[in-house]
T-cell receptor, first 115, second 115 residues
Framework: AQTVTQSQPEMSVQEAETVTLSCTYD???????LFWYKQPPSRQMILVIR??????QNATENRFSVNFQKAAKSFSLKISDSQLGDTAMYFC????????????FGTGTRLTIIP | GAVVSQHPSRVICKSGTSVKIECRSLDFQATTMFWYRQFPKQSLMLMATSNEGSKATYEQGVEKDKFLINHASLTLSTLTVTSAHPEDSSFYIC???????????FGSGTRLTVV
């Protein structure tokens, strides 16, 4: 069975600062994808960033980057120069080829950016 | 990119009535649709997986007779909450694999309130 753990239920940071959200996972598969999704107050799920497990290079998308440690099964999200619009729930998720395409979600981290 | 349109966004119904939620893939064929339920401040809980032309697969503990899922075409999947009760009040979200981009696209969600 696959599991995703987010150990930080809530975090807050001042605007323009950097924040890191933690995520650990467990899977017996070797080929999988990891995602960070953002759910703002509108509750629309928005893809923030994606990492393919076979790639050693950490994914980056503008102010968002990940620290992917495959051996440690860790996948943290770093948000640089945080903005008020970053306030949202953030979910880490895992997909493996042999999991019937199901996404396994973590419990989420509620991030608040303080003006 | 792939878009899933979900309707209605909000619905209020009386106890004992049925409510249908629709998810349409607008620019791609969604042979698979995932249906989630989300309680306030919690993660997404997978309820069932629908596949076009076949019976839906329900997760353990989900009543298939209460949550009827139909996936009659490559672009439409529906979730019908039958004989709704106040405890069925929740946020329901659909999602389809975006296989071209190794990701998922989510509907905008439906807030169901049963009174």
């Amino acid at each position: 069975a696959q599991t995703v753990t987010q150990s930080q239920p809530e975090m807050s940071v001042q605007e323009a600062e950097t924040v890191t959200l933690s995520c650990t996972y467990d899977t017996s598969e070797n080929n999988y994808y990891l995602f960070w999704y953002k759910q703002p107050p509108s509750r629309q799920m928005i893809l923030v960033i994606r990492q393919e497990a076979y790639k050693q290079q950490n994914a980056t998308e503008n102010r968002f980057s990940v620290n992917f440690q495959k051996a440690a099964k860790s996948f943290s999200l770093k948000i640089s120069d945080s903005q008020l619009g970053d306030t949202a729930m953030y979910f880490c998720a895992l997909y493996s080829y042999f999991g019937n395409e199901k996404l396994t979600f973590g419990t989420g981290t509620r991030l608040t950016i303080i003006p | 990119g792939a878009v899933v349109s979900q309707h209605p966004s909000r619905v209020i119904c009386k106890s004992g009535t049925s409510v249908k939620i629709e998810c349409r893939s607008l620019d791609f064929q969604a042979t698979t649709m995932f249906w989630y339920r989300q309680f306030p401040k919690q993660s997404l809980m997978l309820m069932a997986t629908s596949n076009e032309g076949s019976k839906a697969t329900y997760e353990q503990g989900v009543e298939k007779d209460k949550f009827l899922i139909n996936h009659a075409s490559l672009t439409l999947s529906t979730l019908t909450v039958t004989s709704a009760h106040p405890e069925d009040s929740s946020f329901y979200i659909c999602s389809a694999p975006d296989r071209d981009n190794y990701g998922y696209t989510f509907g905008s969600g439906t807030r169901l309130t049963v009174v």
